[in-house]
């Protein structure tokens, strides 16, 4: 009796054992934002893996990039977060240091990996000792200049402040002869949900500033480089009126629009705009080209940093199926799947050495543009409060600095003083 049971439930696990192995696995995908034509090409590679992989199921859920940082940590620390998010890099220091995403440098092959890509972009997956995600596109901020605009006023695109400041001042004016102003040099986004700090970033950078000291225990906004990049912008708002009056509620939408309205001339941006003016057929030419530097770094003009930024895709450290996760990482961002932004024009930039290298046809006309600009381009400090800090304390901040409710000075003393407090900064 005892050796028919025994049986009996031998038969049953190796049942069992065998059902499990049939089953379909599923991994939840959330991808936060990106221009139609990049989605588009999101869902095809998914398929794909599903395709070489078909008992690996891909639950693609589009989420809004305004609301990424809230709805991962509502959703991770409560458990139900996906097995795999596409967000910014700089969240590896959040989000890596208090748990949520999984160390995916335990992986056995990851060493071999980490080649696929340019070596200062996969170390902005790094925070401490691992690394938290796959980059997927890396952007660097430049100036986008209205082509028609410029060319009707005989103007070049300026590479230094007093340039930049001149043809702000002379593309502001009153185009229909009403007596108000209809077309203003400069229009930044400044809504609330961020987008201002990384608009007025690059010039700080540019300028020779930085946020943090290297090993993050230093706040460095009072610097020299932060004060006149601020000051430049407030003069421009305050003196020559040649920004936008109303950038403190623009999104990006409302910035485009008065790009190619003819409303303004001038704004900073990433790969993304001429793609986003196309695919919303507005038909707008424009120049992009690097960031202008101070007048006294002139000098400096084709080597100085601006802001990197970087999409990567992150690991849920709560993942139950880390493996065949793993491998959908490596399908989604392996070389044969960057080479897709170079030979389609996505509005971002490749991040392997492969599809930078690429010698056949290329759709990103600005390509070596970006590629120059990524090569000196610096990301925000890996600090895990370093987002935080730039949506809640820097931006608010420079902004009435900006707009003359605080002086330049008084402001990014004030901001220093609360990051001082969350880094825990002694003087």
């Known amino acids: 009796m005892r050796i028919r049971l025994l049986m009996l439930s031998l038969c049953l696990i190796m049942a069992c054992s065998g059902k499990k192995s049939d089953e379909r696995i599923t991994i939840r995908f959330w991808s936060f934002g990106g221009l139609p034509s990049m989605l588009l090409d999101e869902r095809q590679r998914i398929d794909l893996f599903q395709q070489r992989f078909p008992k690996i199921a891909v639950e693609l859920s589009q989420k809004s990039w305004e609301q990424k940082r809230e709805l991962i940590h509502t959703n991770f620390s409560s ?76 103007i070049k695109p300026p590479t230094t402040w007093s340039e930049f400041r001149e043809a702000a001042k002379k593309l502001t004016r009153d185009r229909d002869q009403n007596g108000s102003i209809d077309q203003y040099g400069v229009t930044l986004m400044g809504g609330d949900r961020g987008g201002f700090e990384y608009r007025l970033a690059p010039f700080v950078l540019k300028a020779g500033g930085r946020f943090l000291s290297p090993d993050n225990k230093q706040v460095l906004i009072e610097g020299d480089a932060h004060v006149a990049a601020v000051q430049l912008f407030a003069d421009m708002y305050q003196i020559d009126h040649s920004i936008a009056p109303g950038f403190l509620g623009y999104t990006i939408t409302d910035v485009t629009d008065q790009i190619a309205g003819n409303k303004a001339a001038m704004s900073i941006e990433g790969p993304w705009y ?11 030419k424009v120049y992009l080209v690097p960031v202008p530097v101070p007048d006294h770094l002139a000098a400096d003009y084709d080597r100085a940093a601006t ?42 930039i490749p991040v392997t050495l492969a599809a930078l290298n690429y010698r056949g046809e290329s759709k990103c006309p600005n390509l070596p543009l970006f590629k120059h600009e990524l090569a000196n381009a610096v990301p925000w400090p890996d600090h895990p409060q370093m987002i935080a800090m730039i949506n809640n304390i820097l931006a608010p901040y420079c902004e009435k600095a900006i707009i003359g409710e605080l002086g330049v000075a008084e402001a990014l003393r004030i901001a220093a003083n609360e990051m001082r407090a969350i880094i825990g900064e002694t003087r």
């Open 274 to 284: 001429p793609c986003l003016l196309n695919d919303r057929k507005l038909n707008k």
């Open 79 to 154: 458990g139900t977060g996906p097995d795999v998010v596409l967000v910014h890099a700089n969240y590896a220091a959040e989000f890596g240091d208090n748990g949520y995403f999984y160390p995916i440098d335990r992986f056995a092959d990851f060493d071999s990996v980490k080649k696929w890509y340019l070596p200062n972009l996969i170390e902005a997956t790094r925070y401490g000792d691992h690394y938290y995600g796959l980059p997927v596109n890396a952007i660097a901020f430049i100036l986008v200049c209205n082509a028609e605009l410029f060319d009707e006023m005989g």
């Open 307 to 348: 802001l990197q930024d970087l999409a990567m895709l992150a690991v849920n450290s709560s993942c139950k199926h880390l493996p065949e996760t793993w491998e959908f990482l490596k399908f989604m961002r392996s070389p044969e799947a960057d080479q897709s932004w170079v030979t389609n024009d996505f509005g971002a």
